[in-house]
């Protein structure tokens, strides 16, 4: 069931629905339109509770995040929720930026403090005149008091990190600021997100927090994926699809039956839903809801 500007993820979970969302990103050129908005029509029945859509680095895609969420908010009944980060920035103009996403009508925000130029492993230097961690963002948008407020968790240590227990602490200090949900780099062992979910509630705090899930199609390119943004891909799951190897489509089926698995095994576990990164097409996401016996 879809959130209203009003309606919290918390509530949501509270009302013992599953949460079911999807993330997009802003597209290039015309193909890649075509492409985002047969996603989108493709994945629109299944009713998100919202899709967000991400803000390139430096704010390099803002005026097209911009535009995407608002016509996702005008021209479909999905709730988008716009990707907001700190790198590049000042205070004034991530204002302004608030500013243009409210006019829109767009009042959902994932607000992240964004990957250096270099990538995530890369030394942080924050803008003159604006912010340095994701807790004040949260802060700045949570001031303005017509924004409900998402972040990003990590179930493995963010690359920038000393430890878990320092991820677990920086996401409690989020949801203390005013974030309502958080949802979860990619991962693929269960009990990953089981720990991290332990963590944060050891800290007496009780956000939502969304498995973030991203189905291997393609074994080289998630292992670059991951050691960029330090997840580890398990040997268990590498000899899987590896045993594929010169068959494409079987290799494909592997990695879905994989995150099919991996969902379900957060499902049994507790978690309030699943969060979808889709690369902006909807057939990986459509053919895990079928093994998930998920319907529109």
């Known amino acids: 069931m879809s959130i209203g500007r009003g ?3 918390r509530e949501v979970v509270e009302a013992g629905e599953k949460s079911f969302s999807f993330e997009f990103f802003p597209p290039k050129d015309e193909a890649g339109e075509a492409q985002l908005w047969d996603a ?8 998100p509770t919202f899709v967000s859509v991400t803000y390139g680095a430096g704010g390099s895609s803002r005026g097209t995040t911009v535009r995407v969420t608002r016509r996702i908010a005008q021209e479909t009944s999905m709730l988008p929720m716009a990707h907001l980060t700190c790198v590049g920035h000042t205070r004034a103009e991530l ?35 604006g912010l340095t961690y994701a807790t004040e963002l949260v802060e700045l ?3 303005r008091g017509e924004f409900r407020i998402g972040v990003a968790a990590f179930p493995e240590r963010h690359p920038a990190s000393p430890s878990l227990d320092h991820d677990a602490d920086v996401l409690a200090a989020k949801a203390r600021a005013g974030a309502e949900f ?11 997100y089981v720990s991290l979910v332990e963590r944060v509630r050891a800290r007496g ?12 199609l393609n074994l080289a390119a998630i292992r670059r994926q991951g050691e ?27 990695g879905i039956a994989l995150a099919a698995e991996l969902c379900q095994d ?17 057939k990986a996401t459509l053919e895990i809801f079928e093994k998930l016996d998920v319907s529109p």
Do not use: K
Not at 40 to 47: F, G, K
Not at 184 to 191: K, L, S
Not at 266 to 273: I, K, V
């Open 7 to 9: 309606r919290s993820l």
């Open 40 to 47: 989108v029509r493709a994945l629109e029945p299944y009713r």
């Open 95 to 129: 204002e302004a930026v608030l500013d243009e996403y409210a006019a829109a009508g767009v009042h959902h925000v994932m607000a992240l403090r964004g990957d250096p130029e270099g990538g995530p492993r890369a030394d942080w230097t924050p803008t003159e005149g």
């Open 141 to 143: 948008v949570a001031a």
């Open 182 to 192: 958080a949802v979860t780099q990619m991962f693929f062992r269960a009990e990953d």
């Open 205 to 216: 705090v009780d956000l939502p927090i969304l498995p973030g899930i991203m189905p291997i």
């Open 228 to 254: 960029l943004i330090g997840t580890d891909v398990p040997e268990e799951v590498v000899s899987r699809i590896a045993a594929h190897e010169g068959d494409a489509v079987s290799m494909r089926a592997e």
């Open 266 to 282: 957060l499902l049994d576990a507790g978690a309030p839903g699943l969060h979808f990164y889709t690369l902006n097409r909807s």
